[in-house]
């Protein structure tokens, strides 16, 4: 029986009511394309929230997932998966780290991290020093340890006491930074862009001062790459365009094009202080999400993707300064690579859904930003028209002031 998008709302109840989802059920996806169960076809540039990378259906993708799920799809890590030791290879040879762990999704990756800097405080003689800092606005993750690191209320709201060991400074203040790194600290942990917040990259010079600040206070810097790493910037990792190098970082909703998987990278004294027994996961790492990663990693590399993500970005702010420039509720346009962000001054949900009517899948973050996370195989006339569409959603929001 195939349902309707309207069937599939109604009979939703059973579902807890966790995300405002749009009345919309999507059944399937070819590269920058999605339909809904009405037949209705969407241009893709939310990419399941900077997930799909490669679009949908990849084919590469889809033959190693198939293939690895009539081998072994399971079976722990009591035992050495060899794709896992190939993964986390290429990922050493592709970062400034030396290991590698791999849970299931970006708030684990989170925690992992959290984990491994406290731990490497202790095992280094220092266990008074179990704070860890992070940015206001940010966004690390739901699950408590995450979301205490998360500094924004309305992610916490409801669900304190959380867990302490967090403090929370403001962005680009080397002072309060300064203050707030006393000897019970082991780590910053920031985002180079920070997504959910409003994709707002941070200043390169302040990521070169923190960088700087760690370093002179033995404090290890953490970058969450979760939403900016596998190329979404321009660079494989965005700290490449900072010029620093973290102590540990994370990566999760690219790495697998789709396939739940979130890695923690730590450079070898950083990622020493984990020893057998100290952390795990069940599913992490398991055969099928490695080769659906090493399957993605492999095109991202043969095809470059991130030098396509910074050209293909360049393009697409050219394309929105001009279709959007002189528009009354313009204000600016963020970001790096293509994670990009186009900020208004008011109306950017009702922005979203109007694209979503003229078949132009967008997601909105901090505030009043309408966030654009297409694929990085995007191409120009797919740009082209997704600029259209946009700026003709604008027009059905504010009339044609
Ligand atoms: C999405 C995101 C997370 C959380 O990832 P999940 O897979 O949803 O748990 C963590 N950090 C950043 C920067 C993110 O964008």
Redesign the pocket.
Known sequence: MILSNEEVVAHSGALMHTYGRWPVAMVRGEGVWLWDADGNQYLDFAAG??VTILGHSHPAIAEAIADQARTLLHCSNLFYIPQQVELANWLVNHSAMDQVFFCN??????EAAIKLARRWAYHNGMPERSTVITLEHS?????LG?LTATAQPKYQEGFGPLLGGVRHVPVGDVKALEEALDGTVCAVMM?MVQ??GGVMPLPVDYVQEVRALCDRRNVLLVI?E???GMGRTGTFFAYEQFGVEPDIC?L??GLANGV?V?AVLAKRPVAEAFVPGSHGSTFGGNPLAMRAALATVEVVEKERLWEKAARRGAYLRGRLANALGNHPHFREIRGMGLMIGVVLDEGASQVAEACLKRGLLVTVAGGNTVRLLPPLIVEEPEIDMAVERLSAAMHDVFGRE
Do not use: C, L, N, Y
Request: aromatic share 4%; net charge negative.
């Open positions: 929230i900077a999704s970006g708030t684990e990756a989170s966004f690390h993750g739901r699950t995450a985002e997504g959910e969450d979760v939403q900016t994370t999760a909703k739940p979130g």
